[in-house]
T-cell receptor
Framework: SQQGEEDPQALSIQEGENATMNCSYK?????LQWYRQNSGRGLVHLIL?????REKHSGRLRVTLDTSKKSSSLLITASRAADTASYFC??????????????FGTGTLLAVQP | ETGVTQTPRHLVMGMTNKKSLKCEQH?????MYWYKQSAKKPLELMFV???????ENNSVPSRFSPECPNSSHLFLHLHTLQPEDSALYLC???????????FGPGTRLTVT
């Protein structure tokens, strides 16, 4: 299976703490993306990191990518109750004329306690 | 609002019914997708359309029939579904395949 694996499957933290989620994948990728899903706003794209990048920031989000280990991590700093959601590691695969498609993992369920 | 709308938001249908799901994107994207999301399973890609041409059919049963009349609209025609087809069906669009995707709110389908 090309599907990635996320760790942990569930995470519960207090507001203000940092949350770190990890994911691993098996195939070569063009880019890796993180998405968030909650009941209020549906499935939303958070950040994209290309295969030739090692780190990327967006607001309170920091993503790292290690292509030699085929792994990525998402750090959310100073978490808020509104960050409560499922977070998905998604990688884009395919080269040349082949369709680049996104492969979704099973997600990490993050609960931020007020 | 993500710029991708889906109707209906909820649908209950019997196994002998025929219904259609509609998706519309207002982002000027050229690629559109159908996904199936079932409880405790990863999001499953069903179909990919790029510039109105189907480029991916991920071994989806023929009781699901997609239609893409133009780059802004995508339909999923349903007939003789099974109870295990009950799920959240998500539509997405992107500017080029492999790029960040924008998702609609989904249609919660229940097959009785």
């Amino acid at each position: 299976s090309q599907q990635g694996e996320e760790d942990p499957q569930a995470l519960s933290i207090q507001e203000g703490e940092n949350a770190t989620m990890n994911c691993s994948y098996k195939t070569s990728i063009n880019n890796l993306q993180w998405y968030r899903q909650n009941s209020g706003r549906g499935l939303v794209h958070l950040i994209l990191i290309r295969s030739n990048e090692r780190e990327k920031h967006s607001g309170r989000l920091r993503v790292t990518l290690d292509t030699s280990k085929k792994s990525s991590s998402l750090l959310i700093t100073a978490s808020r109750a509104a960050d409560t959601a499922s977070y998905f590691c998604v990688f884009a695969t395919g080269y040349g004329g082949a369709t680049n498609k996104l492969i979704f993992g099973t997600g990490t369920l993050l609960a931020v306690q007020p | 609002e993500t710029g991708v709308t889906q109707t209906p938001r909820h649908l209950v249908m019997g196994m002998t019914n025929k219904k259609s799901l509609k998706c519309e994107q207002h982002l000027g994207h050229n690629a559109m997708y159908w996904y199936k999301q079932s409880a405790k399973k990863p999001l499953e890609l069903m179909f990919v359309y790029n510039f109105k041409e189907q480029t991916e059919n991920n071994s989806v049963p023929s009781r699901f029939s997609p239609e893409c009349p133009n780059s802004s609209h995508l339909f999923l025609h349903l007939h003789t579904l099974q109870p295990e087809d009950s799920a959240l069906y998500l539509c997405a669009s992107s500017q080029g395949t492999g790029r960040e995707q924008y998702f609609g709110p989904g249609t919660r389908l229940t097959v009785t």
